[in-house]
Each structure stands twice: as structure tokens, then as C-alpha cells.
T-cell receptor, first 114, second 117 residues
Framework: QKEVEQDPGPLSVPEGAIVSLNCTYS??????FMWYRQYSRKGPELLMY????GNKEDGRFTAQVDKSSKYISLFIRDSQPSDSATYLC??????????????FGAGTQVVVTP | DTEVTQTPKHLVMGMTNKKSLKCEQH?????MYWYKQKAKKPPELMFV???????INESVPSRFSPECPNSSLLNLHLHALQPEDSALYLC????????????????FGPGTRLTVL
């Protein structure tokens, strides 16, 4: 069983719809939770960073963490064609040197159709 | 500014060539990372440097040789690569200082697309 599970999609939604993405994890030691967006042939771009259970909102993006269920989500409101990308969840445990080894999900390909 | 730069953007090399990838950040971050990413897969960690010292080598073949000349620069030296090494090579950095949440947040560069013939 993988430490982080994420449906690879593709997930196709019409423009203006809410995109709902999620990941489950098995390692209760994970402390920090991230969502990255990656356009084709580009580097991952950090979207959201959270460390506690609950919701965090940034513009059209809402990240949700439920540590008791080992489940994280990302919601994108009012989706645009420019949101078409692969979304990677990632989570980490801090080392003694204060860097984190990221465990990525498989990435979900999202297609927003005009 | 959360920019990590990588050069070159694209690299084509033969199996007998020696080449180097370069990564630079000026955010004062003290941890730097090399990842390899194949198509439709998540990034795979190769090496981690923390305070200019190699902290992790994820069983990477010796034909990949990392170097951290100073806290802002990270190189990856390539020699005698195989066609299966063709991939997107990503560099990332994070603060890695004590105190404060978010210090492990990794910021990625745009990557170098490597093709080995």
C-alpha cells in the first residue's frame, strides 16, 4: 500500500464548476500538507500549505485537512481553463535538520473545458 | 521572491558525454534538493543537501554526482548516462532553519528536460 493515495484522473469539469481533489494517507506521522500545481513540462508550483486539521482558504482555492481520517482535499471554485494542470498532493515529516522529505501522491490531471 | 532557477532548460546528450545541471536560489534557503520526474509520474527524490552537506542519497547510481559549492548553488554532474535516465530534473529549496512553521516548504525550479541518446 502506498503511503499517499491520489486518483490520477483525468478529471474533466466545465468552466465555472468546482473542482474537488483529494488524497488519503496512511502515515500518521505526517505533519505538513501541501498542494502543488504542475503545468505540462514545467516545475511544480506551490498552491497551498497547511499543518492543522480544518480549512484554509486562498482566493479560489480551499485546502482541507482531516487528520483523524487521514484525508486531505483541495477545492477550486469558479474553475477556469487556465486551471487545467496536474495537481499533486504532498506531505512531509520534518527531519532534525528542519527539512522535510516530501511524499507525493500520484497527481490528478484536471481538464477544465470552456 | 520564491524563485529557483535552473539551467539549461533542455539538454540532449550522448551516453558517453559529461554534462552538468545547475540550480540557483537567492532566498537564503539552506536545504536544496534534486528530483527526477518521468512523464505522468510524481517527482522522485534523488539527493538532499542541508547546510551544504549531503543529507540523503536515495540510492542513486554513481553516474549522477551532486555538488553544493555554496548555500545558493546546487549542481548535478552527469556522466555515462543511459537512455532510461531521460526525464525532467527538478531542483527545489526550502528554508530549513529552526523555528517557525513552513520552514520545510519546498519551492521548485522549472526543471531541465534531459534527453539521453
Amino acid at each position: 500500500q502506498k503511503e499517499v493515495e491520489q486518483d490520477p484522473g483525468p478529471l474533466s469539469v466545465p468552466e465555472g464548476a468546482i473542482v474537488s481533489l483529494n488524497c488519503t494517507y496512511s502515515n500518521s506521522a505526517f505533519q505538513y500538507f501541501m498542494w502543488y500545481r504542475q503545468y505540462s513540462r514545467k516545475g511544480p508550483e506551490l498552491l497551498m500549505y497547511t499543518y492543522s486539521s480544518g480549512n484554509k482558504e486562498d482566493g479560489r482555492f480551499t485546502a482541507q485537512v482531516d487528520k483523524s481520517s487521514k484525508y486531505i482535499s483541495l477545492f477550486i471554485r469558479d474553475s477556469q481553463p487556465s486551471d487545467s494542470a496536474t495537481y499533486l498532493c504532498a506531505m512531509s515529516v520534518l527531519t532534525t535538520d528542519s527539512w522535510g522529505k516530501l511524499q507525493f501522491g500520484a497527481g490528478t490531471q484536471v481538464v477544465v473545458t470552456p | 521572491d520564491t524563485e529557483v532557477t535552473q539551467t539549461p532548460k533542455h539538454l540532449v546528450m550522448g551516453m558517453t558525454n559529461k554534462k552538468s545541471l545547475k540550480c540557483e536560489q537567492h532566498m537564503g534557503h539552506r536545504a536544496m534538493y534534486w528530483y527526477k520526474q518521468k512523464a505522468k509520474k510524481p517527482p522522485e527524490l534523488m539527493f538532499v543537501y542541508s547546510y551544504e552537506k549531503l543529507s540523503i542519497n536515495e540510492s542513486v547510481p554513481s553516474r549522477f554526482s551532486p555538488e553544493c559549492p555554496n548555500s545558493s548553488l546546487l549542481n548535478l554532474h552527469l556522466h555515462a548516462l543511459q537512455p532510461e535516465d531521460s526525464a525532467l530534473y527538478l531542483c527545489a529549496s526550502s528554508q530549513a532553519r529552526s523555528g517557525g512553521r513552513g520552514r520545510d516548504t519546498q519551492y521548485f525550479g522549472p526543471g531541465t528536460r534531459l534527453t539521453v541518446l
